[in-house]
């Protein structure tokens, strides 16, 4: 029997090869972007998901209330670690962390630049990072230890044996190889090249040292394991008001802690709620695969029934030689299913094709592996649900035709099935209308970001980080790069123009509210900043040599000056409390707001103002027309030299400026091949109804003809009905698109309004599309001979 | 055999009633070789649909073998119907995507017959029906004599007591509708009942009994 079925199957698709090619390949491809996207939300939701004790762990994190904004931030104090280890025993362990630096390594002659966490001891215990040599219980307990992964070790020792082996850290500590770790697994919220304890670097920092016991700095990460059976939201709760019980002072806010399982998926918070975060992005996705791959299904559903009454007789002749209507539904739930496995087999293939063109949309991790054997179970089950989902409508609406009726001749035309298959279309283009609408807000925003006024001129600036042997030598280094003539200005700064680490609370100024915590963007920095970044002042000057007492001068930006709200800034005074005492700080100009953060974020108030010992950063900004490979030439060789611990590192700043619109342009350019998928799908299916159409009508076209009608009329008589159901998709489309991007654009605080121009081009490409994919059917038609057509009758 | 008593069918259109079939009463004994008659229109193929249980009557009541189609449940009617009765067409109605030996075959399969079995069977009607050569052949690459050789066959494969042919010459040339007749004459002799709706008085000759309809009428019998 099973046979049979398969034997008309195949030779019912060999027939028709146009709605076969049809039916395939928008199952293909709405299948193979559905396994695709399913490969993904897996990557995304695995994780952290190999720690075995994860879901005892937890980052300890904290609420704010500055500025009346509710906040919550990742840095803690260093007292949090020693209160939590030694006063709450359901902790079984805890560990600092930095937040992951580069650091110059040196093995013998050889420079490596490494990324590397200082942790405590209890760090290899709580996670499962494993250790190939070495022993988890003392790898980190000598504080000039160092702990490398397999591949860190691999390219700086080749093949020798790593562990007992010197390695030097930023020309400054020898460290001792005690351990070497398998290499951190990409779905790891941590990631690190190497480890070395958080004990060595508080004795070997003299900041560190003095921030034993205050509680206002926050700097680093503390993690925590609970004992087995304890409560992690007990803890949390336990330990929400500890730094008001510390510090007496209610004002340092609240600590909580953030289960692992949520740092990956779930880290936005918004008023101190945990709102979601990438997951949103995972749900998003996925939806939109599934509903590309419904898409897909719909096609098949729509030209299976249109094509019924091709059908139909085979229907009523199997009924009339003895056919149940369960035999038949089965029959055509095998051709489906036989379709769909065609189509499956074709979209692995596709899958493999299309895998290294999506290596820049955050596919670089995820492949499709054939020797996992649950994966390709799971993908065989997407495409037996596909098979029965496309295949039930047509199955049960071939299979209801009475044996009478169809013998007789008597089917009624189409009209019959062509409701449901109408509301099908509009479904299927009502989607890929709200997808267009979505992509061109997503592209409209990003590029409203991108254009947005940076305040300073981000082209020819090249950050050079800051090294110990940098900042020892900057003055000589500086003026050895400014004898280059190729280079205009060098500053340096507390941090580079694309980023600001530190914000403070401890500026007061004439009339300022007592009671509100107001937190500023700080960035310290010597003469020459506003010159090498080339910031737009709307008020006053930078810093300048030439007046003596700029070493107690500030710039701010028109955030901080709304927030003060001097009539005339320049030369008033504010004050910032540092400790025991009270610095003074003038301020000479108010900058632009420089947008130095998020660029799809409001800028911060900032307060830059002149240190010396300002050492994030060095930043230089080249001559206009100047070689740049020349310049780079001279620039590495005079680093170099008062460098000799690291490779010649650098960053373009512009280009760093980029990088922080990669998530968006990821977002944008899926939506984009989301919904060119999703349109070119529903065209197909267009297609193949309007060839159906077309050849339903024949006799009419053809009666049409004869009675005089021209070429035009009948195309359009051809195309109006299409036209119509697009246009009613687009009526539904837009509200739809319109609530939904409006919830996306809300995430920004610096975002486009949606004008109407959008939905309306949308609209307008969609009816276009349709017309193209419509009219070669109508045409044709209507072109041909009405003699021939209706002879055939 | 067959007993109808009171047949009536009727569409409903608009407030009126059309009446396809009024009043029909018939007996069909085993063995016999009937041909209903009649004008276009007269009801004669809603009188065999009926006969085929593809069509309900509005009223009145038909014993198959003494069971009453129509009180009995769907399931069992279908049983009935394909364990018994075998359907040749006018237009043949082959599929298209099946060969001549498939075509044959399809029946046994809902009869749920071994593969084994099913080869004997086939093979046996493909040489009394003297097609054997043919049998790989599809539908189109046949006349339409052979078509509706491989039609009569199709029917007569599972056995069935009864075989209802709607005008099963009716697309044919004079030639190969009479080897048709004689084929059903044959199969007729051997004992198989068989009701036809025809137009042509020739091949009502063919039959032991006319029915003429007239209007959904009896006219003699």
Same mark, same amino acid.
């Given at each position: ?20 090619? &049809? ?15 399913? %490969? ?75 990324? @590397? ?18 022993? &988890? ?28 082996? &010197? ?28 480890? $070395? ?216 035309? @189409? ?19 709200? %997808? ?63 980023? &600001? ?83 003074? %700080? ?85 939506? @984009? ?19 159906? $159409? ?100 | ?221």
């Amino acid at each position: 029997m099973l046979s049979n079925y398969l034997k008309i199957a195949l030779r019912t698709l060999l027939r028709n090869k146009v709605y076969s090619f &049809i039916n395939i390949a928008g199952l293909a491809v709405g299948m193979a972007f559905a396994i695709l996207i399913g %490969l993904w939300v897996r990557y995304e939701l695995s994780y952290d998901s190999f720690h075995k004790n994860g879901d005892r762990i937890a980052m300890i994190r904290k609420h704010n209330l500055f500025n009346h904004e509710k906040t919550t931030k990742i840095a803690v104090s260093l007292p949090v670690y020693d209160e939590i280890k030694t006063n709450y025993p359901e902790i079984k362990h805890v560990t600092r962390a930095d937040w992951g630096n580069f650091h110059g390594l040196k093995v013998g002659e050889s420079k490596f630049s490494k990324q @590397g966490h200082f942790v405590d001891p209890d760090f290899l215990k709580m996670f499962d990072y494993p250790l190939i040599q070495g022993s &988890i219980e003392t790898v980190l307990k000598n504080p000039r230890s160092i702990v490398l992964t397999e591949s860190a070790a691999k390219a700086m020792f080749k093949n020798a044996d790593p562990i007992g082996k &010197i390695v030097r850290v930023d020309n400054q500590h020898d460290m001792l190889v005690t351990g070497i770790l398998k290499d951190i697994p990409k779905n790891s919220s941590l990631d690190f090249e190497f480890l $070395m304890p958080f004990e060595f670097s508080i004795q070997s920092n003299e900041f560190y040292k003095s921030q034993r016991t205050n509680w206002r700095n926050n700097f680093l990460m503390v993690m925590v394991e609970v004992r087995e059976g304890a409560s992690m939201e007990a803890f949390s709760a336990k330990i929400t008001n500890l730094i008001k019980i510390k510090t007496q002072n209610k004002k340092l806010g609240t600590l909580f802690a953030f289960p692992l399982n949520k740092w990956h998926l779930h880290n936005d918070f918004k008023d101190w709620i945990n709102v979601g975060g990438r997951i949103d992005d995972v749900r998003l996705f996925g939806l939109i695969g599934l509903f590309v791959l419904f898409i897909a299904c719909i096609n098949f559903m729509n030209l299976s029934t249109a094509r019924s009454e091709k059908r139909a007789r085979e229907v009523g002749v199997r009924k009339a030689i003895g056919s149940q209507r369960k035999q038949l539904i089965w029959q055509f739930l095998c051709e489906s299913l036989l379709v769909t496995f065609i189509a499956f087999i074709m979209s692995l293939v596709l899958i493999q094709l299309v895998l290294p063109l999506l290596k820049d949309f955050g596919f670089q991790h995820i492949s499709f592996d054939f020797d996992n054997f649950p994966l390709i179970l799971a993908a065989l089950g997407v495409c037996i649900i596909t098979g029965f989902l496309a295949g039930s409508y047509p199955a049960f609406y071939l299979s209801s035709y009475s044996v009478v009726n169809v013998l007789k001749g008597a089917l009624t035309q @189409g009209n019959k099935g062509s409701s449901p298959r109408k509301i099908l279309v509009v479904t299927q283009f009502t989607f890929s209308i709200a %997808l267009i609408i979505g992509t061109i807000i997503i592209f409209k925003q990003i590029q409203y970001a991108k254009n947005r006024p940076l305040g300073y001129d981000p082209n020819n600036i090249i950050s050079l980080g800051m090294t110990s042997d940098l900042l020892k030598n900057y003055q000589t280094l500086r003026q050895d790069l400014l004898n280059t003539n190729m280079v205009e200005a060098v500053c340096k700064s507390s941090s580079p123009p694309t980023a &600001i680490w530190n914000q403070w609370d401890s500026f007061s100024w004439p009339g300022k509210d007592p009671n509100v915590v107001q937190i500023f963007s700080v960035i310290q920095t010597d003469f020459d900043y506003q010159k090498t970044l080339g910031m737009k002042m709307k008020a006053g000057r930078g810093f300048s040599r030439e007046f003596a007492t700029d070493s107690s001068a500030a710039i701010i930006n028109e955030a901080t000056l709304k927030i003060i709200g001097f009539k005339n800034p320049i030369g008033e005074t504010i004050v910032l409390s540092d400790g025991d005492q009270d610095k003074k %700080l003038r301020i000479i100009g108010v900058s632009e707001n420089v947008v130095s953060q998020n660029p799809f974020s409001v800028v911060e108030p900032s307060i830059t103002f002149f240190s010396a010992d300002a050492s994030g950063d060095i930043s230089l900004r080249l001559k206009e027309n100047v070689d740049v490979r020349k310049a780079l030439k001279s620039i590495k060789t005079i680093t170099n030299k008062y460098n000799p611990a690291y490779n010649f590192e650098y960053n373009f700043v512009d280009e760093e400026f980029g990088k922080k619109f990669k998530a968006e342009d990821q977002i944008g350019a899926l939506a @984009g091949i989301f919904s060119g998928l999703a349109i070119f799908i529903s065209c197909l299916g267009l297609f193949g109804l309007a060839a159906y $159409m077309a050849e339903q009508r024949t006799k009419e076209i053809g009666i049409r003809k004869v009675l005089g009608a021209s070429i035009l009329s009948l195309w359009t008589l051809l195309s109006k009905d299409f036209i119509k159901l697009v246009l009613l998709s687009c009526l539904i489309a837009t509200p739809l698109a319109y609530w939904f991007m409006d919830s996306w654009l809300q995430k920004y605080s610096y975002h486009i309004e949606m004008g109407w121009w959008i939905f309306i081009l949308a609209s307008f490409s969609a009816v276009f599309i349709t017309l193209v994919t419509v009219s070669y059917q109508a045409i044709s038609a209507a072109m041909a001979n009405p003699v021939k057509s209706l002879r055939t009758e | 055999m067959i007993q109808l008593k009171n047949i009536f069918r009727w569409y409903n259109s608009g407030a009126n009633r059309n009446f396809v079939l009024r009043d029909i009463s018939l007996d069909i004994k085993e063995g016999e070789f009937v041909s209903i008659m009649g004008p276009s229109g007269s009801g004669k193929s809603t009188l065999l649909h009926l006969l085929g249980m593809m069509d309900e009557p509005n009223e009145g009541e038909y014993l198959f073998l003494d069971q009453s189609v129509l009180k009995i449940k769907e399931k069992q009617r279908s049983e009935l119907y394909k364990k018994h009765i075998g359907f040749v067409f006018q237009a043949y109605h082959l599929i298209d995507e099946l060969t001549v030996y498939e075509n044959i075959e399809t029946p046994l399969l809902y009869h749920g017959i071994s593969s084994s079995e099913r080869k004997s069977m086939v093979a046996d009607i493909l040489d009394r029906f003297n097609i054997v050569g043919k049998k790989d052949l599809f539908p189109n690459q046949l006349s339409g004599g052979q078509q509706q050789l491989v039609g009569i066959a199709r029917a007569i494969i599972t056995n069935p007591k009864l075989i209802l042919a709607d005008e099963p010459t009716g697309n044919l040339n004079s030639k190969q509708g009479e080897e048709i007749m004689e084929l059903f004459k044959t199969l007729n002799a051997e004992g198989v009942t068989i009701i036809q709706v025809t137009h042509s008085e020739k091949n009502a000759e063919y039959g032991s009994r006319i029915i003429n309809l007239l209007d959904g009428r009896i006219e003699k019998v």
